[in-house]
């Protein structure tokens, strides 16, 4: 399968499953586009009427162009045959039941009220709960004791607020040091806050424990304001700004994420990331709010419309910061074409409710912090492990090829058939697809190649001797 779309000036042929990417003038654009229903001759004529009165494309050029576009074809760079279905079902099998990295919820309670959270303010349509010390510990020995072969293990201090329940993250992350090395494990710690309890200690600690540390902010203050306020309804930007600063300086810049999330009252959203790159932040993320259709603050058609016109600006705009030796990172546009990810990943997805699972502070298991509260989807739990056998299944059987709907995506080894969370409650079905999320994916996908695209070209020309 080959996707071809124009993008900033570039002529973008995407060749689906080898992931080669062809930046190409108009006439090979052209030739590519009929290549696979016309015969070659038909091709030529075709081309020969299109380009009438061009002196630069000749019969003897077009004929050229197909012999390239054959080469590549030969080369499997072009239109190259999809050999991954067969095998999609059984990556997943070959893993097992092992588990590396578990979203752990220290805290089923929050600080802020914001009015779109998914986890119904941290409580996650449950009771309000702090993890103790012992279910924490008992989640962490059933990670190593869950990881086989593995080294390393991921583990993510998550909320509600995680912060509300400082004492024990500070104990967990003690114990786990103090057993790692005996037990050939080597444990990777992230933090998420909305920044509220954000202190001096917890900089330090941060700082010394956590591998990434992800910051909730929403951009201009306006913005983040009407939904991110405390339960007086107050905002609280003039709160967390400065906290946030005085963190990611300490931390020199690096290892952490300012993560925000963009509604119906704000689908311009690049006009918060550019506000959030000028308070000095450089590594950025903005989600689409996920919510029920009839919510205030879901997108519309009419703004997903803008938001993919948003991603357009955000990429051209980051490629002109690169070149003025003052790039901005955005999570979306993170891409690896050469190292990266491999295929297992590009399969098999996420490796929610099989490899990662989320925690709740009684220690039931769940696929993941978006499951969490819904008891159809309980797994297990920490002492008995994982006791829902048929459910894992499920998730086992979640890749790039379950999804009907995805089978003539172009996009399907990128999004891996899209996340299982937003797929359930948009359809009812983890084999769903939820089809706002798959638009802007694919927006970003064509945003991220084109930004290497540009990149490409530039070394080329910086590459050329002078004439």
């Given at each position: 399968?080959?996707?071809q779309y124009?993008?900033?000036?570039?002529n973008?042929?995407?060749?689906t499953?080898?992931?080669s990417v062809?930046?190409?003038?108009?006439?090979?654009?052209d030739?590519?586009?009929l290549?696979?229903?016309?015969?070659?001759e038909e091709?030529v004529?075709?081309?020969?009427?299109?380009y009438?009165?061009?002196e630069?494309?000749?019969?003897a050029?077009?004929?050229?162009?197909?012999g390239?576009?054959e080469?590549l074809v030969?080369?499997g760079?072009?239109f190259?045959?999809?050999t991954?279905?067969?095998?999609?079902?059984?990556?997943?099998e070959?893993?097992?039941?092992?588990?590396?990295?578990l979203c752990?919820?220290?805290?089923?309670?929050?600080?802020?009220n914001?009015s779109?959270?998914?986890?119904?303010?941290?409580?996650?349509?449950?009771?309000r709960a702090?993890?103790?010390?012992?279910?924490?510990?008992?989640?962490?020995?059933f990670?190593?004791d869950?990881s086989?072969h593995?080294?390393?293990?991921?583990?993510?201090?998550f909320?509600?607020?995680?912060?509300?329940?400082?004492?024990?993250?500070?104990?967990l992350?003690?114990y786990?040091?103090?057993?790692?090395?005996?037990?050939?494990?080597?444990?990777?710690?992230?933090?998420?806050?909305?920044?509220?309890l954000?202190?001096?200690?917890v900089?330090?600690?941060?700082?010394?424990?956590?591998?990434?540390?992800?910051?909730s902010?929403?951009g201009?203050?306006e913005i983040?304001?009407?939904t991110?306020?405390d339960y007086a309804?107050?905002?609280?930007?003039?709160r967390?700004v400065?906290?946030?600063?005085?963190?990611?300086a300490?931390?020199?810049?690096k290892?952490y994420?300012m993560?925000g999330?963009?509604?119906?009252?704000?689908?311009?959203?690049?006009?918060?990331?550019f506000?959030?790159?000028d308070l000095?932040?450089?590594?950025?993320?903005?989600e689409?709010?996920v919510?029920?259709?009839?919510d205030?603050a879901?997108?519309t058609?009419e703004?997903?419309?803008v938001?993919k016109?948003?991603y357009?600006?955000?990429?051209k705009?980051m490629i002109?910061?690169?070149?003025?030796?003052?790039?901005?990172?955005f999570y979306?546009y993170?891409?690896d074409?050469?190292?990266?990810?491999c295929v297992?990943?590009?399969?098999?997805g996420?490796?929610?409710?099989?490899?990662y699972?989320?925690?709740?502070?009684?220690?039931?298991?769940?696929?993941?912090?978006q499951?969490?509260g819904e008891?159809a989807y309980?797994?297990?739990?920490?002492?008995?492990g994982?006791?829902?056998?048929?459910?894992?299944e499920?998730?086992r059987?979640?890749?790039a090829?379950?999804?009907p709907?995805?089978?003539?995506?172009?996009?399907?080894?990128?999004?891996s058939?899209?996340?299982?969370a937003n797929?359930?409650?948009?359809?009812g079905?983890?084999l769903?697809?939820y089809?706002?999320?798959?638009e802007?994916?694919?927006?970003?996908?064509?945003?991220a190649?084109?930004?290497k695209?540009?990149e490409?070209m530039?070394?080329?020309?910086?590459?050329?001797?002078e004439?």
């Open positions: 399968m080959v996707h124009q993008l900033n000036g570039y973008i042929v995407l060749d499953c080898s992931g062809h930046a190409v003038d108009e006439v090979a654009y030739v590519i586009a290549y696979e229903k016309h015969k070659p091709i004529a075709l081309l020969l009427e299109k009438r009165g061009r630069d494309v000749t019969e050029d077009l004929w050229d162009c197909l390239d576009v080469e030969k080369d760079k072009l190259t045959p999809d991954y279905a067969g095998m999609a079902g059984t990556f997943k070959r893993s097992g039941d092992v588990v590396k990295a752990l919820h220290v805290a089923h309670t929050c600080n802020l914001c779109y959270c998914f986890a119904s303010q941290g409580k996650y349509h449950g009771e702090l993890m103790s010390f012992e279910v924490g510990k008992q989640a962490l020995d990670l190593m869950h086989g593995r080294t390393n293990l991921e583990v993510d201090f909320g509600g607020e995680p912060l509300m329940n400082f004492d024990v993250v500070k104990r992350v003690a786990a040091r103090s057993v790692e090395k005996q037990q050939g494990k080597n444990f990777r710690f992230t933090l998420t806050t909305n920044g509220m954000i202190d001096d200690e900089i330090d600690f941060a700082n010394r424990e956590m591998s990434n540390v992800v910051l902010l929403d201009r203050r983040h304001d009407r991110r306020v309804g107050h905002g609280s930007y003039d967390i400065p906290k946030f600063q005085k963190l990611v300490a931390r020199g810049g290892n994420y993560r999330t963009f509604t119906h009252a704000n689908p311009d959203f690049t006009k918060d990331v506000h959030m790159a000095g932040f450089t590594e950025l993320s903005m689409p709010v919510c029920a259709p009839d205030p879901a997108l058609p703004d997903l419309e938001v016109e948003q357009e600006i955000l990429a705009d002109r910061r690169r070149k003025e030796g003052k790039p901005i990172t979306h993170m891409l074409l050469e190292g990266g990810p297992y990943k590009r399969i098999s996420c490796g929610s409710g099989t490899e699972m989320a925690v709740t502070p009684w220690g039931d298991l769940y696929p993941c912090h499951f969490v008891e309980k797994l297990g739990d920490v002492f008995h994982v006791t829902n056998t048929a459910l894992r499920q998730f059987a979640c890749n090829y379950a999804r709907e995805c089978a003539d995506c172009w996009a399907r080894l990128y999004c058939g899209g996340c299982a797929a359930y409650h948009a359809t079905s983890i769903g697809i089809k706002p999320g798959c802007l994916f694919c927006k970003r996908i064509e945003c190649i084109m930004m695209v540009a490409a530039e070394a080329d020309e910086e590459g050329q001797p004439a």
